[in-house]
């Protein structure tokens, strides 16, 4: 199992976005689908669907949080074809952030914000080998301005099989961006590639619930681990979530779950439901002790 996850909060839209956005890739299928009933938002669907060998979670759950491009993600393509094609499916009805034309960094590159919100950076990486097709990104905007080499480095430090590789500094002649912060700067969290920014321009958005992580623990303990770790943010622990120091959100959630889920006894389904809508940090046990019950 995937160790970290991304999850993209929807209104009802999430069937719908998950069949798109399968469509945009050769190496893509649906893993599982859930409706779970008596939430706080009412029935909610929740699935979970691979995109070139990657894992993201989409749940239909109310109106509640939209996608900014606090987070966005890269799209490496072998070539300006490819970057074009994606485009051309992925602009309609959406937000062109950055033009698509040739830049410093990339013979063809755009930002756009999709049909639903969701932000994608698009772009040719020439002859390079791409071992991780897409990459989620973070952009630190507002007060969390300049922590990005700080957010990086405590992540890193949380997870095994995880460093820090290339950093690309804002110089003397940024405009707005302070010397030494971060213009971009890769990462591997648990073997996984992130990437993370500083913007110090004036961005009317920021992180949110719409877009979050999560991570799958096998054992209590690390549950704990991460929960204590991160959680900063005490109002907004709620069912696994989590708001860390920066204002990012994680989801801390027993690997157990997943078969959980998936049981075909809607009563059973019930009970762990309504046990797990009671906690804030996961209980393996006492879940265990619903399902079974």
Same mark, same amino acid.
Request: net charge negative; glycine share 4%.
């Given at each position: 199992?995937?160790?970290? $996850?991304?999850?993209?909060?929807? &209104?009802?839209? /999430?069937?719908?976005? /998950?069949?798109?956005?399968?469509?945009?890739?050769?190496?893509?299928?649906?893993?599982?689908?859930?409706?779970?009933? &008596?939430?706080?938002?009412?029935?909610?669907?929740?699935? *979970?669907?691979?995109?070139?060998?990657?894992?993201?979670?989409?749940?239909?759950?109310?109106?509640?949080?939209?996608? !900014?491009?606090?987070?966005?993600?890269?799209?490496?393509?072998?070539? #300006?074809?490819? +970057?074009?094609?994606?485009?051309?499916?992925?602009?309609?009805?959406?937000?062109?952030?950055?033009?698509?034309?040739?830049?410093?960094?990339?013979?063809?590159?755009?930002?756009?914000?999709?049909?639903?919100?969701?932000?994608?950076?698009?772009? $040719?990486?020439?002859?390079?080998?791409?071992? #991780?097709?897409?990459?989620? !990104?973070?952009?630190?905007?507002?007060?969390?301005?300049?922590?990005?080499?700080?957010?990086?480095?405590?992540?890193?430090?949380?997870?095994?099989?995880?460093?820090?590789?290339?950093?690309?500094?804002?110089?003397?002649?940024?405009?707005?961006?302070?010397?030494?912060?971060?213009?971009?700067?890769?990462? *591997?969290?648990?073997?996984?590639?992130? $990437? /993370?920014?500083?913007?110090?321009?004036?961005?009317?958005? @920021?992180?949110?619930?719409?877009?979050?992580? +999560?991570?799958?623990?096998?054992? #209590?303990?690390?549950?704990?681990?991460?929960?204590?770790?991160?959680?900063?943010?005490?109002?907004?622990?709620?069912?696994?979530?989590?708001? &860390?120091?920066?204002?990012?959100?994680?989801?801390?959630?027993?690997?157990?779950?997943?078969?959980?889920?998936?049981?075909?006894?809607?009563?059973?389904? $019930?009970?762990? @439901?309504?046990?797990?809508?009671?906690?804030?940090?996961? &209980?393996?046990?006492?879940?265990?002790?619903?399902?079974?019950?």
């Amino acid at each position: 199992m995937q160790k970290i $996850a991304t999850h993209l909060w929807f &209104d009802k839209e /999430a069937e719908e976005a /998950a069949e798109f956005y399968m469509s945009l890739f050769k190496e893509a299928r649906l893993k599982d689908k859930t409706v779970l009933n &008596d939430t706080p938002s009412g029935t909610a669907t929740m699935l *979970t669907i691979e995109l070139a060998g990657q894992d993201f979670m989409l749940i239909s759950a109310g109106p509640f949080f939209k996608f !900014t491009p606090a987070v966005s993600f890269l799209i490496a393509c072998d070539s #300006q074809e490819e +970057v074009d094609a994606l485009w051309e499916k992925l602009s309609p009805g959406g937000e062109v952030l950055m033009p698509l034309d040739r830049y410093p960094f990339s013979e063809k590159y755009g930002w756009v914000a999709d049909r639903y919100g969701l932000s994608w950076q698009i772009m $040719a990486v020439g002859g390079q080998e791409i071992a #991780q097709k897409i990459t989620p !990104t973070l952009m630190f905007v507002g007060d969390q301005c300049g922590r990005a080499e700080e957010a990086v480095n405590y992540y890193v430090s949380l997870f095994e099989d995880s460093q820090v590789s290339d950093i690309l500094r804002y110089g003397e002649a940024s405009l707005l961006d302070k010397p030494e912060t971060i213009q971009h700067v890769e990462f *591997t969290l648990a073997r996984q590639k992130f $990437a /993370a920014m500083d913007s110090a321009y004036d961005h009317q958005f @920021t992180f949110n619930e719409a877009i979050s992580f +999560v991570v799958n623990c096998e054992t #209590q303990e690390e549950i704990d681990h991460f929960w204590n770790a991160l959680s900063a943010v005490p109002e907004a622990e709620q069912c696994g979530w989590l708001k &860390d120091r920066y204002g990012f959100s994680w989801q801390i959630v027993p690997t157990i779950m997943k078969e959980m889920m998936k049981d075909d006894d809607p009563e059973k389904l $019930a009970k762990v @439901t309504a046990a797990f809508l009671k906690m804030k940090k996961f &209980d393996i046990e006492e879940l265990k002790k619903a399902w079974k019950s």
